[in-house]
C-alpha cells in the first residue's frame, strides 16, 4: 500500500540502471540524443520533441478551464475518485526544472488482434481487391489462414472475444486449406 501512495523509487532506480528502454534526461536535447543512441538512429528530431513539449505545456498557460489536451482531461477525470487522486499526479507541464527527470519509454507496437484479415473464400485460398466491377479473382497457391485470416471468419467470435478463443476458427481455416490443396478441389 505504502508504494501506491508513495512511489515505489527502487522500481524507478532499477528501471534506470537495468533497462535500456527507459530513458532519462535532464533537457530536451539530452533526451533526444538519448533516444536516437538507443535506438542507433536519428528518428527523433530535437525540434519536433520541442514543439510537442511547448503545444502540451502551452494547455497550462490558457487556464484550467479551456486545457485542450486529451491527455490532461483523462488525469483529471481520473483524479475525482479519491483513490486515485493520492496516486495520480496532477498534470503540469513537461518542461520546467522542478519536474526533471524526463523521461521517455520506447514501446513496441504489438497488435492483439485486427478482427479482419486477408480476404479469403472458403478454401482459405487469397482473394483480390474487388475490380470495378466488384469481381474477384483467386490467387493460385495462396492460401491465409488463422489470425491472417481474421481468425477464421473475419471475426466469428465478435469484438470482445478472448485470446483462447480463437484456436478452433484458426485450426478449421487451416483444415480448409490443406484439404483443398490435398484434393486439389474447387
Partial sequence: MYSVLKGNKKLIKTLEKD???YITANSIEDLAKKMNAST???DVDLETLKNSIESYDANFERGKNI?????IRRIEHTRQYRGD?????????LDQKKS???I????????????????????SQVLSI???AGEQKVFDNLYAVGEAAGFGGGGSHGKRALEGT???????????AVKHIVEGKE
Fill in 104 to 123: 521517455a519509454i520506447r514501446e513496441f507496437i504489438l497488435s492483439r488482434k485486427s478482427l479482419g484479415g486477408i480476404q479469403t473464400n472458403l478454401n
Fill in 67 to 71: 486545457w485542450n489536451d486529451e491527455q
Fill in 130 to 132: 474487388p475490380d470495378a
Fill in 19 to 21: 533497462s535500456p528502454n
Fill in 166 to 176: 480463437f484456436l478452433a476458427t484458426c485450426i478449421f481455416t487451416a483444415q480448409k
Fill in 40 to 42: 542507433g538512429t536519428e
Fill in 100 to 102: 526533471y527527470p524526463l
Fill in 85 to 93: 487522486r493520492k496516486r495520480t499526479l496532477k498534470p503540469q507541464k
